[in-house]
Nanobody
Framework: QVQLVESGGGLVQAGGSLRLSCAAS????????VGWFRQAPGKEREFVAV????????HSADSVKGRFTISRDNAQNTVYLQMNSLKPEDTAVYYCAAYLADGADNKYGSSWWGSYDYWGQGTQVTVSS
């Protein structure tokens, strides 16, 4: 199995930026599609973004498009979520998750939480108004 650990969360002012990291151990992360999800109190888990094994395909939720960017550095076994222009409604626990995949690197990753087999512990992001 692959183990995932998120870091980089914290408290920021509206309009600020954070970069979240998802570091993998136990397996080579290049074998996995990796996504970010978030969950605010009282709300369902929400898809944020996903990246293919080699980074050739990414897509993100409409709510964060143009503000958040997902990327990966397979040499460092790490996936990132760069969050800019943060809004109070971005406040949530952010999770990275992964599922094993193979084949070409041009397929869109899944936006459904049930596709993902491995999850990190989450990191809190709080945006003050």
């Amino acid at each position: 199995q692959v183990q995932l650990v998120e870091s980089g969360g914290g408290l920021v002012q509206a309009g600020g930026s954070l970069r979240l990291s998802c570091a993998a151990s136990g397996r080579t992360l290049s074998d996995y599609y990796v996504g970010w999800f978030r969950q605010a109190p009282g709300k369902e888990r929400e898809f944020v973004a996903v990246i293919s094994r080699g980074g050739g395909s990414t897509h993100s939720a409409d709510s964060v498009k143009g503000r958040f960017t997902i990327s990966r550095d397979n040499a460092q076994n790490t996936v990132y979520l760069q969050m800019n222009s943060l809004k109070p409604e971005d406040t949530a626990v952010y999770y990275c998750a992964a599922y094993l995949a193979d084949g070409a690197d041009n397929k869109y990753g899944s936006s459904w939480w049930g596709s993902y087999d491995y999850w990190g512990q989450g990191t809190q992001v709080t945006v003050s108004s």
